[in-house]
Nanobody, 131 residues
Framework: QEQLVESGGGLVQPGGSLRLSCVAS????????IGWFRQAPGKEREAIAC????????YYADSVKGRITITRDNAKSTVYLQMNSMRPEDTAVYYC????????????????????????WGRGTQVTVSS
């Protein structure tokens, strides 16, 4: 059974860094596109990054570009989200999501930010940025 488990969340001070992990089981990570989303209280779930399993490209939302990096270690079935220069507005529950990898870079570019693109979701990890 396909499963995603996020970890690494916690309390961090403004300007600090955090690395989140998303461990996949029940499927072969390299055959899947992985997205990271976040949801703050009272707000919609927001896509922030994606790693294409077949196209090998990465995508970032403008709101976080330059501050976060998504990487994957297929051998460890793990995708990472490195977050730097964190701000109070980064406070949210962070989720990873997976979908069978598309060979089309243009399709992934068009759809990666949509929650409906992904078939599998983790339960999330809380990130709080506060002094």
């Amino acid at each position: 059974q396909e499963q995603l488990v996020e970890s690494g969340g916690g309390l961090v001070q403004p300007g600090g860094s955090l690395r989140l992990s998303c461990v996949a089981s029940g499927f072969t990570l390299e055959h899947y596109d992985i997205g990271w989303f976040r949801q703050a209280p009272g707000k919609e779930r927001e896509a922030i990054a994606c790693s294409g399993g077949r196209v090998g490209t990465t995508y970032y939302a403008d709101s976080v570009k330059g501050r976060i990096t998504i990487t994957r270690d297929n051998a460890k079935s793990t995708v990472y989200l490195q977050m730097n220069s964190m701000r109070p507005e980064d406070t949210a529950v962070y989720y990873c999501a997976a979908d069978q990898a598309t060979p089309s870079g243009s399709l992934l570019s068009a759809y990666w930010m949509r929650t409906t693109y992904y078939d599998y979701w983790g339960r999330g990890t809380q990130v709080t940025v506060s002094s």
